[in-house]
């Protein structure tokens, strides 16, 4: 079992930045692929950036991509979300996931395996 506890949100401005982290339990988090998800209000799930457990290999949705930067200390068991030139479509729940292949094989929210509570981060314009 891994819990996964996420910190950082916050109110920022348009063309701010946040740095979200997430910090799970448990002794094989080089094992798993992690992921960063975002549901902002009334919309679905979507997936926001995903990184190898071993190789540290990352993925990013097309919408963040240049500006978000992912990555992991597995010596902290902690995964990172460097969030910078924000907007206010960024504004969402943020959530870190785990998916216990270790590497990226499916950015589906269905398909992971552990979550979660999300912090909440707020652009405004």
């Known amino acids: 079992q891994v819990q996964l506890v996420e910190s950082g949100g916050g109110l920022v401005q348009a063309g701010g930045s946040l740095r979200l982290s997430c910090a799970a339990s448990g002794r094989t988090f080089s094992t798993y692929a992690m992921m960063w998800f975002r549901q902002a209000p009334g919309k679905e799930r979507e997936f926001v950036a995903a990184?190898?457990?071993?190789?540290?290999?990352?993925y990013y949705a097309d919408s963040v991509k240049g500006r978000f930067t992912i990555s992991r200390d597995n010596a902290k068991n902690t995964v990172y979300l460097q969030m910078n030139s924000l907007k206010p479509e960024d504004t969402a729940v943020y959530y870190c996931?785990?998916?216990?292949?270790?590497?990226?094989?499916?950015?589906?929210?269905?398909?992971?395996?552990?979550w979660g509570k999300g912090t909440l981060v707020t652009v405004s314009s």
């Open positions: 990184i190898n457990g071993n190789n540290g290999n990352t």
């Open positions: 996931a785990a998916d216990r292949s270790t590497v990226v094989v499916t950015t589906q929210a269905s398909r992971m395996d552990y």
